[in-house]
T-cell receptor, first 116, second 115 residues
Framework: AQKITQTQPGMFVQEKEAVTLDCTYD???????LFWYKQPSSGEMIFLIY??????QNATEGRYSLNFQKARKSANLVISASQLGDSAMYFC?????????????FGSGTQLTVLP | DGGITQSPKYLFRKEGQNVTLSCEQN?????MYWYRQDPGQGLRLIYY???????QKGDIAEGYSVSREKKESFPLTVTSAQKNPTAFYLC??????????????FGPGTRLTVL
């Protein structure tokens, strides 16, 4: 069975500082993808960054980077230079082939609050 | 603009009533998904469809039904058999294929409250 674990229900960070949101995963598949989504209070899910299981380099997208440690099965999100608008819920998700299609399994999320 | 629309944004239902949530996409995606989110929790998969006229149960399909008569549309019906339907419902779509990158694009969600 596939599982995503986010152990930090809530995190606080000072504006302009960096913050790391933890994510560990469990799968026996060799081919999988890891995603991070941001969910503001309005509810929509915003795609942030993707890492494939065969990608050797850590993914980066602007202020977001993914610290991928395959042997440890971790895919932590690093947000640099935090902004007040980064305050939101953050979800880690894993894409694996299940049944007849690729499906996303989500973690329980981390509520990030950026302090001025 | 391409995207996913869900309606209504807020929905109130009396106990014992069926209610249908709309989801439409113009991204030309073959795959569509319905998720349920409870307060402070992650998303759980209700149903998904990879092609017109075909759909599969997800992890929590009991009390829900779907149809996929058109590529663009994937409505979700919350039936009276669903014992605790109050939740936030999100629809998503993606391309299909065996590659691990199948980013799912999400709609704005429907918040359902049972009175």
């Amino acid at each position: 069975a596939q599982k995503i674990t986010q152990t930090q229900p809530g995190m606080f960070v000072q504006e302009k500082e960096a913050v790391t949101l933890d994510c560990t995963y469990d799968t026996s598949d060799q081919s999988y993808g890891l995603f991070w989504y941001k969910q503001p209070s309005s509810g929509e899910m915003i795609f942030l960054i993707y890492q494939g299981s065969y990608d050797e380099q850590n993914a980066t997208e602007g202020r977001y980077s993914l610290n991928f440690q395959k042997a440890r099965k971790s895919a932590n999100l690093v947000i640099s230079a935090s902004q007040l608008g980064d305050s939101a819920m953050y979800f880690c998700a894993m894409s694996v082939f299940s049944g007849s299609a690729r499906q996303l399994t989500f973690g329980s999320g981390t509520q990030l609050t950026v302090l001025p | 603009d391409g995207g996913i629309t869900q309606s209504p944004k807020y929905l109130f239902r009396k106990e014992g009533q069926n209610v249908t949530l709309s989801c439409e996409q113009n991204l030309n995606h073959d795959a569509m998904y319905w998720y349920r989110q409870d307060p402070g929790q992650g998303l759980r998969l209700i149903y998904y469809s990879q092609i017109v006229n075909d759909f599969q149960k997800g992890d929590i399909a009991e009390g829900y039904s779907v149809s996929r008569e058109k590529k663009e549309s994937f409505p979700l019906t919350v039936t009276s058999a669903q014992k605790n339907p109050t939740a936030f419902y999100l629809c998503a779509s993606s391309i299909t294929g065996q590659g691990s990158y199948n980013e799912q694009f999400f709609g704005p969600g429907t918040r359902l409250t049972v009175l």
